[in-house]
């Protein structure tokens, strides 16, 4: 059966129209892949599908993992959304206890990150990265979803719920990015090129030295050394150039296409979980000083946002910065199921 029939025989089965919007349609490959797959040659914890699709006039791949439950199906699909710093791969703890807990679990990597591709030309955007991932989902002939995306995949998650409502089950939102507006905040506007400069100047240190500062509230462990590997992995691999700049763009995106003003449209049922000690803020380090203090106050802005989605459960970390499900992964899925099997 083509695609389009399959979806479209899913979708009406399920009661709904098209009218939600159109996505990305394609193909999925299971491999063999080469090691070293779209600059990335990092061992995912799972066997990694490829979804072939066309956008912008470009074949484009993007790389997924798709992990069956391993216990009793309960018939439900987990889609794991990772953020800028970060590749599917990060979700690896979560995708083991959902998939203990009977989901199947779709996790991806965005177009421009990790193993997919990463155009030389490309105009990205939250909407655009949504249409791509409900498209990979519509081929795999998967309807409704319970969505969780972290930081950017946060940002992400928000624009996939006001995008395509109807194919949304429960969203979890995990210090996602975008609780504020950065620019309405006073972040002066820098061009792609200075972000870009920015991305060719990121080395092991930095990215740690970032993380240790932003995301984990000052602490190191020896288990998220893992995750820098990963990424200088793909800032030093065969794709660099493109890494670089589609990363440069990125910045701009979440610059520039803030959701904030739009929770109160989001109509999924929303846990959002947030460490007290995140300080994630995407362009503080070069905005004024006092521009910046004004930034990144997760423990004040996540329970202001979680005010205005209509059907929102909050979930603090006090001791937790950005990343709950690295630096406390137990705790993280207990939270999570927890809320998902209420
Ligand atoms: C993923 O988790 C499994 C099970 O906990 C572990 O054995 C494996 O080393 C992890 N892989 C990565 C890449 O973190
Ligand atoms: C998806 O889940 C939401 C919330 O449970 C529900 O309103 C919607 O009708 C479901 N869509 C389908 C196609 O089942
Ligand atoms: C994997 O990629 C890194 C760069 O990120 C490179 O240094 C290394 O040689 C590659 N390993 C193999 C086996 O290709
Ligand atoms: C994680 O759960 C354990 C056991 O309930 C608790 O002692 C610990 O404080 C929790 N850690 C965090 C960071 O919430
Ligand atoms: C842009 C690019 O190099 N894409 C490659 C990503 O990986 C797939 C699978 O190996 C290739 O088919 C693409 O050419």
Not at 40 to 67: C, G, I
Not at 248 to 253: K, P, Y
Not at 276 to 299: F, M, R, T
Request: net charge negative; aromatic share 12%.
């Amino acid at each position: 059966m083509k695609f389009s029939t399959l979806a479209a025989g899913l979708l009406s089965a399920a009661g709904l129209a098209f009218a939600q919007g159109e996505a990305a349609t394609g193909s999925v490959s299971k491999g063999p892949f080469p090691f070293d797959l779209n600059g990335s040659n990092f061992t995912y914890p799972y066997p990694v599908n490829v979804f072939t699709f066309t956008s912008q006039q470009q074949k484009l791949q993007m790389a997924f993992m798709d992990v069956k439950p391993t216990c009793a199906p309960n018939g439900q699909t987990a889609v794991l959304l990772h953020g800028k710093n970060f590749c599917g791969a990060t979700w690896n703890s979560t995708i083991v206890a959902l998939a203990g807990a009977g989901y199947r679990v779709i996790a991806p990597d965005q177009v421009g990150w990790c193993k997919s591709s990463k155009p030389e030309s490309y105009q990205f955007s939250l909407n655009q990265l949504a249409w791509n991932t409900r498209g990979l989902l519509n081929t795999l002939g998967i309807g409704n979803i319970t969505l969780i995306g972290h930081s950017v995949g946060g940002m992400l998650s928000t624009r996939f719920a006001l995008q395509y409502p109807n194919t949304i089950d429960r969203l979890v939102l995990v210090d996602p990015v975008g609780l504020e507006d950065y620019v309405e905040k006073g972040v002066p506007y820098v061009s792609i090129d200075t972000d870009i400069a920015a991305e060719a100047a990121q080395t092991f240190a930095a990215l740690k030295g970032y993380e240790q500062s932003i995301y984990y509230a000052g602490q190191w462990d020896d288990s998220y050394t893992i995750w820098v590997t990963m990424l200088t992995n793909v800032y030093f691999g065969s794709k660099r150039a493109q890494f670089i700049k589609n990363q440069g763009q990125i910045v701009d995106m979440v610059l520039t296409s803030p959701v904030v003003q739009y929770f109160k449209d989001v109509v999924s049922k929303t846990l959002l979980i947030i460490g007290d000690q995140d300080k994630v803020a995407i362009g503080a380090n070069w905005s004024p000083p006092e521009v910046a203090a004004n930034l990144g106050h997760i423990s004040v802005i996540g329970p202001q946002v979680c005010d205005t989605i209509p059907d929102c459960t909050l979930y603090q970390f006090p001791t937790l910065g950005h990343a709950p499900q690295i630096s406390a992964p137990s705790n993280f899925t207990r939270v999570v199921l927890d809320w998902l099997e209420q």
